[in-house]
């Protein structure tokens, strides 16, 4: 993270794992009327933020081990300490390095307590006496454990952040008095209304650093709403030629593969060759179903492929499922971010692609791999296509 210049404070700064934790992160800020911009690990953050919009950084943190990730966070928060809100997102599964991050973030912001409330009720994500679920399963037993590349541990915060005070949603009043002794605080939430209660119960949002999923990220955008004319873009245009990139294994995204790999005139395939004279709006570029590979590699050959087509067989709008996926694509392609539109459908952002001068502003859907149902990958195509789900 290069953050030697002076940074503008943003309204809103947002520090993530991955791609798709970021955009998640800023996307409900957008939809609430503030600009935003997601940027990709790596860029610089001088030269990006506005005093009166969202700064979405992709740490990249996931991929690196506990300490790495930790000084990464840490950087970045000292970097953006003055943001008037500042969200360190966490998985809602609680995958990648939450504890290290945690306490990194609360380090480099020098904000004394932390609010952390990893709830996503719109995906059935919820936090029960500190427990974290996903539809009534504990994340450690569901498909989120299975996770090849990033398996779940333990749905226990009690375990993960043992400093850590377990407030219920009865006790969320307590709050105030909590707060001004400092410390770490993880609420419980089953609904929307809970988190919101969450967000109000707290009287100076400059005076913590705020934990969670795009949940949080949504409850504190209704209480931050911030119309701005200005920052209205119009409709994007629909795409003739768009691209799927599926990367993530997880079984949730490759139901949602195979239902629009069947669509009428859909070609899937694993490389680029096959695509290059495809004539259809329905391309599909996936990750082998390799059980054995290295995710890394997966990642990277797929990133690759996806730049091959840009070159000769251009594509007018993306589809990326995958925070690893979308932002090994994004680079490939020479982008540093992406300027976020909306928020079609919870935790998905769309928005367009930011990177040097030349570099075609192509419309982009970002996914979690986790998130949706089975028609998901459908109607995010005919989003950027304008045709029937």
């Known amino acids: 993270m290069h953050s030697a210049a002076p940074v503008t404070p943003p309204r809103v700064a947002v520090l993530a794992d991955d791609l798709t934790s970021a955009g998640d992160g800023a996307a409900p800020f957008r939809r609430a009327g503030h600009r ?10 001088a030269g990006h933020g506005q005093e009166d919009g969202v700064l979405a950084v992709d740490l990249g943190s996931r991929l690196l081990d506990a300490a790495a990730a930790g000084d990464r966070t840490r950087e970045a928060a000292r970097a953006l300490a003055g943001a008037g809100l500042l969200l360190k997102t966490v998985d809602s599964t609680l ?3 939450v504890a290290a991050e945690v306490h990194a973030a609360r380090e480099g912001s020098g904000r004394p307590a932390v609010v952390i409330a ?14 974290q679920h996903v539809r009534g399963v504990r994340v450690d037993e569901s498909e989120f454990a299975r996770d090849p590349a990033h398996p779940v541990r333990t749905a226990d915060l009690a375990r993960i952040l043992p400093d850590a005070v377990l407030v219920d949603p009865d006790r969320t009043e307590l709050l105030p008095e909590l707060l001004a002794d400092g410390g770490l605080f993880v609420c419980s939430a089953v609904t929307d209304a809970d988190l919101d209660r969450i967000v109000a119960a707290v ?6 650093l705020w934990v969670g999923s795009p949940g949080l990220a949504a409850a504190l955008a209704r209480h931050h709403a911030h119309p701005d004319p200005s920052a209205e873009t119009g409709e994007l245009p629909p795409a003739a030629r768009p691209l799927v990139a599926v990367g993530s294994a997880n079984p949730a995204t490759r139901r949602q593969l195979d239902l629009l790999a069947a669509a009428p005139g859909a070609v899937s395939a694993d490389a680029a060759d096959r695509l290059r004279a495809a004539d259809t709006p329905v391309r599909i570029l996936h990750t082998p179903h390799e059980r054995r ?8 050959r797929l990133a690759a492929s996806v730049a091959a087509l840009a070159d000769r067989a251009p594509f007018d709008g993306l589809v990326l499922t995958g925070g690893e996926t979308a932002e090994a694509v994004l680079r490939a392609l020479g982008a540093h971010g992406i300027d976020l539109h909306d928020e079609p459908e919870p935790g998905i952002a769309r928005g367009t692609l930011a990177g040097p001068a030349g570099l075609s502003p192509v419309p982009v859907v970002i996914k979690a791999g986790g998130f949706g149902d089975d028609r998901t990958l459908l109607r995010l195509h005919a989003l950027l296509t304008g045709g029937p789900a």
């Open 118 to 131: 990893p709830a996503f009720p719109a995906e059935g994500r919820t936090t029960l006496a500190g427990v």
């Open 36 to 45: 935003a911009r997601v940027l990709l690990s790596g860029s610089p953050l």
């Open 293 to 300: 590979a290295d995710p890394v590699e997966l990642t990277r």
């Open 203 to 208: 009287p100076d949002h400059r005076a913590v």
């Open 95 to 97: 995958r990648g390095h």
